[in-house]
């Protein structure tokens, strides 16, 4: 079966500060991969999705950015952090020809 | 553009009662469309969803939604409340373009579960 992890569970880093969230596939070949915000109290935001290695687009601009280093991991990362930054990442994925969509445990990011 | 709306932030049934939770779209075509239960600092769980076919779709957990396409809705429905169903409940649909195939959420219901 297949599974998704994310890592780290809980983050808490200072304003301008790098970041690296990671999250890695099992059982499964080619998925499509996403991240997504969820700020307190509302829903969720797409910010990139992958459909292969290297493919990354970004649905929204700002100081974070994507990469796809291999068939089953995305790393979601930023040169420096802002406050508004602060949020739950989730990590998704799905079968190449599939649309439903299968979240990962989440990171909680805080920005001091 | 493709939106969704869930018009209840939130809602507070006691245990056995029975559950409804709204969801509107708004969408150029059927869309595919999803329910998804989250719990406190947790992911999101897939609780049903619904492609093509018989418009009443059943789910894990003695959830069911109906596809009303006069309606634009999807609502989510479960006969008999348990208190471990507190959690916050979102609707999304998808894909928004074969080249995207991302999900549109709705901003979620919280539910409460009252003895």
Redesign the interface.
Same mark, same amino acid.
């Given at each position: 079966s297949q599974t998704i992890h994310q890592w780290p569970a809980t983050l808490v880093q200072p304003v301008g500060s790098p970041l690296s969230l990671e999250c890695t596939v099992e059982g499964t070949s080619n998925p499509n991969l996403y991240w997504y915000r969820q700020a307190a109290g509302r829903g969720l935001q797409l910010l990139f999705y992958s459909v292969g290695i290297g493919q990354i687009s970004s649905e929204v601009p700002q100081n974070l950015s994507a990469s796809r280093p291999q068939d089953r991991q995305f790393i979601l990362s930023s040169k420096k952090l802002l406050l508004s930054d602060s949020g739950f990442y989730l990590c998704a994925w799905s079968g190449a020809l599939q649309e439903t969509q299968y979240f990962g445990p989440g990171t909680r990011l805080l920005v001091l | 553009a493709q939106s969704v709306t869930q018009p209840d932030i939130h809602i507070t049934v006691s245990e056995g009662a029975s559950l409804e939770l709204r969801c509107n779209y708004s969408y150029g075509a059927t869309p595919?469309l %999803?329910w998804?239960v989250q719990s406190p +600092? $947790? +992911? &999101? $769980? &897939?609780l049903l969803?619904y %492609?093509s076919g018989d418009t009443l779709v059943q789910g894990i957990k003695g959830f069911e939604a109906e596809f009303k396409r006069s309606q634009s809705s999807f609502n989510l429905r479960k006969p008999s409340v348990h208190w471990s169903d507190a959690a916050e409940y %979102?609707c999304a649909v998808?894909?928004m373009d074969t080249g *995207? *195939?991302? &999900?549109t959420? +709705?901003?979620?219901t919280r539910l409460q579960v009252q003895p």
């Open positions: - | 595919y %999803f998804y +600092g $947790q +992911g &999101l $769980q &897939l969803k %492609f %979102f998808g894909p *995207r *195939r991302a &999900l959420f +709705g901003s979620g």
